[in-house]
């Protein structure tokens, strides 16, 4: 049997419930090694966001992996207070989890992106599923980032799809344009998996209490917290389900589904006053020839995938205590009579 290949990460984030399931998606991907995560406001305070992953690490039993708190403030302006109505009051639905022993490490988030950048030069894959202020100021702190890093996927933006803050602006976009301007015109290769595709897949109730149904604490406390996103969402698509932001993000990230149409565009980030700000303005007019390559374009969009995502994500989180439901079953088979 070949051992699959790890591919070490960074990972950006606003812990938040979806935020928490892209980290367990990591964490149990036998293609990731994560080997740090900083966090941003958005839907909750980096602070907070710093506490909940350091909660569910505990939980997922990687405590060892370091996180840094980075900015509380978007480049312009302050922290809106987060999105309380869809995350929870403390971000993750409202359940309460054993606060984690560990620490947050010294330094910001951009700091910990630049070391690990140097420490695994051309092999990192950074996965941003928050505002992009962190890696905005880790690109001003290192302008040699692009060229460190193998690759970065960011969740947010909306090419042909409606925005979620404002009719053009997605809320990842629109919490920092200036941040997302800057990471988006960065000089890497550069994975946008924008609303087209995650409010196109969802999660359904079935898939939640599969979750709920395993006995094991990670995919539990998930398809507990899911339950309230799942209200918020019930009012958008009309039955108990959700959309999968981060988690395919992630998805897309370790290669776990891939993409049917992800053409390589230029994207502009709105940074103006008016109505269009926070809209990622996505060249996709070659779609009519099939989206011919453009000069100097460096933006893979995901807009279709290859695949169902959800039946995946549920198989993936649900390794979590696989090796313990296994032993039981042999055991029962076991002591069962024939
Ligand atoms: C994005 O915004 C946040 O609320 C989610 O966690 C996700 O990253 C979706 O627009
Ligand atoms: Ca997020």
């Known amino acids: 049997m070949t051992t699959p290949i790890s591919h070490p990460f960074y990972l950006d984030c606003d812990t938040g419930i979806d935020d928490a399931l892209a ?6 991907s036998p293609h990731a090694d994560v080997r740090g995560i900083g966090t ?18 505990q939980l997922a039993g990687h405590a060892d992996i370091p996180v840094a708190v980075g900015n509380h403030d978007p480049q312009t302006g302050t922290f809106h207070g987060g999105a309380p109505h869809v995350h929870g009051h403390n971000g993750i639905g409202g359940i309460e989890l054993d606060a984690a022993a560990a620490e947050l490490v010294a330094g910001t988030a951009a700091e ?43 969740m947010g933006g909306a090419a042909f799809a409606p925005g ?30 924008p609303l087209d595709v995650t409010m196109s897949n969802v999660l359904e109730e079935c898939h939640r209490q599969e979750l709920l149904s395993t006995g094991h604490p990670v995919p539990q406390a998930l398809g507990e917290m899911l339950g309230y996103y799942f209200r918020f969402y019930e009012s958008q698509f009309g039955r108990a389900c959700s959309a999968m932001h981060d988690p395919l993000a992630a998805a ?3 290669g776990g589904i891939s993409a049917a149409v992800a053409p390589v565009v230029h994207v502009d980030v709105d940074t103006t006053d008016g109505p269009g700000r926070g809209q990622t303005i996505c060249d996709l007019r ?53």
């Open 23 to 28: 980290l367990a998606y990591l964490l149990a």
């Open 112 to 154: 910990m992106l630049v070391r690990l950048a140097h420490e695994h030069a051309g092999t990192l894959r950074v996965l941003a599923i928050g505002p992009l202020t962190n890696i905005a100021e880790a690109l001003r702190l290192e302008p040699e980032l692009p060229r460190l890093v193998k690759e970065i996927t960011i």
């Open 40 to 57: 941003v406001s958005g839907n909750v305070s980096a602070a907070v966001g710093a506490r909940n992953t350091l909660d569910l690490l």
């Open 164 to 193: 979620n803050i404002t009719p053009v602006a997605e809320a990842n976009i629109a919490n920092d344009p200036e941040a997302a301007a800057e990471v988006l015109a960065a000089d890497w290769n550069v994975t946008l998996v």
């Open 252 to 254: 897309v990230a370790v």
């Open 286 to 338: 070659g779609r009519y020839r099939d989206y011919p390559e453009q000069a100097g374009a460096r933006c893979r969009v995901v807009l279709e995938l290859d695949g169902e995502f959800a039946p995946h994500l549920v198989e993936t989180l649900l390794s979590f205590g696989r090796a313990e439901r296994t032993t039981a079953a042999l055991a029962s088979a076991v002591t069962s009579p024939a």
